[in-house]
């Protein structure tokens, strides 16, 4: 059960948008419709951003949206905002209840 | 609202066992969902190390299934995580959050152990 691959970091300047990728095998993000990303700012837990590839709970902006194309997880954060500079991070199901994460994105509004 | 929050100590020796606690308010556990378990080494990203049905059934990362143990107390709503033989490596964050499908909605603020004689 390997992380998922995330690039490490991404940046854009304020009103720009950003896209994280995660990818992983058809064994995880490519088999299941069950990927979810987290957003955590320094010492604090991760919070809950997108779930099963592109729901947004309630209270996330609807500037984070998430999509998938075959093995390849994505998160798109548009109008970015200095409060959107946090660590990102994908999860997904793995089959028989198990679960992975991605490797990390650090955000970076410019 | 549902709230989780990790008790346990905060530094445990080399080779001895890690336990700790989540418990579990604004909810019943026995009412569904599973339970997990997420840490995070410092300055490293974040690790699944398994997960609990409220009926008791567990899943294990399968890199450290062999010293990881995690149990579900429903009349106390709350459960646990014990990881042995612990070396300095363990030494992260401790998460406990609830799970479904790897959906994790709500965390509990998280717990550093130390693993340091």
């Known amino acids: 059960q390997s992380a998922l691959t995330q690039p490490p970091s991404a940046s854009g300047s304020p009103g720009q948008s950003v896209t994280i990728s995660c990818t992983g095998t058809?064994?995880?993000?490519?088999?299941?419709?069950?990927v979810s990303w987290y957003q955590q700012r320094p010492g604090k837990a991760p919070k809950l951003m997108i779930y099963e590839v592109s729901r947004r709970p309630s209270g996330v902006p609807d500037r984070f949206s998430g999509s998938k194309s075959g093995n390849t997880a994505s998160l798109t954060v548009s109008g970015l905002q200095p409060d959107d500079e946090a660590d990102y991070y994908c999860s997904s199901y793995a089959g028989s209840n198990m679960g992975v994460f991605g490797t990390g994105t650090k955000v970076t509004v410019l | 609202q549902v709230k989780l929050q990790e008790s346990g100590p905060g530094l445990v020796k080399p080779s001895e066992t890690l336990s700790l606690t989540c418990i579990v308010s604004?909810?019943?556990?026995?009412?569904?969902?599973?339970w997990g378990w997420i840490r995070q080494p410092p300055g490293k990203g974040l690790e699944w190390i398994g997960s609990i049905h409220h009926s008791g059934s567990t899943y294990y990362n399968p890199s450290l299934k062999s010293r990881v143990t995690i149990s579900v107390d429903t009349s106390k709503n709350q459960f646990s995580l014990k990881l042995s033989s612990v070396t300095a490596a363990d030494t992260a964050v401790y998460y406990c959050?609830?799970?479904?499908?790897?959906?994790?909605?709500?965390w509990g603020q998280g717990a550093l152990v130390t693993v340091s004689s």
């Open positions: 604004g909810y019943s556990i026995s009412s569904g969902y599973y």
């Open positions: 959050a609830r799970d479904l499908m790897t959906t994790r909605d709500y």
């Open positions: 058809s064994s995880d993000v490519g088999g299941y419709n069950y």
